[in-house]
T-cell receptor, first 109, second 111 residues
Framework: GQNIDQPTEMTATEGAIVQINCTYQ??????LFWYQQHAGEAPTFLSY??LDGLEEKGRFSSFLSRSKGYSYLLLKELQMKDSASYLC??????????WGAGTKLIIKP | DVKVTQSSRYLVKRTGEKVFLECVQD?????MFWYRQDPGLGLRLIYFSYDVKMKEKGDIPEGYSVSREKKERFSLILESASTNQTSMYLC??????????FGQGTRLTVV
């Protein structure tokens, strides 16, 4: 079957670093997306990985290991505005996204 | 910037009503999607479309239908609204296999 596993909630301190993990099982694999979603708003695209390794984009980086069915999103120099849910979404063989329930990240001063 | 616009931010409808949710995108994307999002669950795909007049069922199509008469517009129809269709509805569009862009969402309450 298809399954996504992310922590439900994480807490971190402003200025710190946090890593949000995602493990997945899909029928086939055609890349993995990370989205950010602030409360009551639409998801917005953060990153895309299709090959193994780290993709860096400013304060945000995303890592993929296809053999382990594992990805993480790394957020550096945390700011209060980073308080949001982070959604992991691998894409299966039919090119449809499979969405996790998301990780709610709470940033404390 | 890509813009995906949903016709309403909030809607309250009565049980049994026919409900139309409209979505328009302005970037000539061929792919359009309707999802619903409920607390504690990931986004669930209701219907999607790869081209005008084409539609495909997603994971939870029961109780819904869609229409895509023009490339830029994708409508979701609740034939007879029920209380278990109370949810946040999100429309998205994408070009090819690139990332999807989402509308602001419609929070529908069925009473």
């Amino acid at each position: 079957g298809q399954n996504i596993d992310q922590p439900t909630e994480m807490t971190a301190t402003e200025g710190a670093i946090v890593q949000i993990n995602c493990t997945y099982q899909t029928s086939g694999f055609n890349g993995l997306f990370w989205y950010q979603q602030h409360a009551g708003e639409a998801p917005t695209f953060l990153s895309y990985n299709v090959l193994d390794g780290l993709e860096e984009k400013g304060r945000f980086s995303s890592f993929l290991s296809r053999s382990k069915g594992y990805s993480y999103l790394l957020l550096k120099e945390l700011q209060m505005k980073d308080s949001a849910s982070y959604l992991c979404a691998p894409r299966g063989s039919n090119y449809q996204l499979i969405w996790g329930a998301g990780t709610k990240l709470i940033i404390k001063p | 910037d890509v813009k995906v616009t949903q016709s309403s931010r909030y809607l309250v409808k009565r049980t049994g009503e026919k409900v139309f949710l409209e979505c328009v995108q302005d970037m000539d994307h061929e792919n359009m999607f309707w999802y619903r999002q409920d607390p504690g669950l990931g986004l669930r795909l209701i219907y999607f479309s790869y081209d005008v007049k084409m539609k495909e069922k997603g994971d939870i199509p029961e109780g819904y239908s869609v229409s895509r008469e023009k490339k830029e517009r994708f409508s979701l129809i609740l034939e007879s609204a029920s209380t278990n269709q109370t949810s946040m509805y999100l429309c998205a569009s994408s070009k090819g296999r690139h990332e999807a862009f989402f509308g602001q969402g419609t929070r529908l309450t069925v009473v």
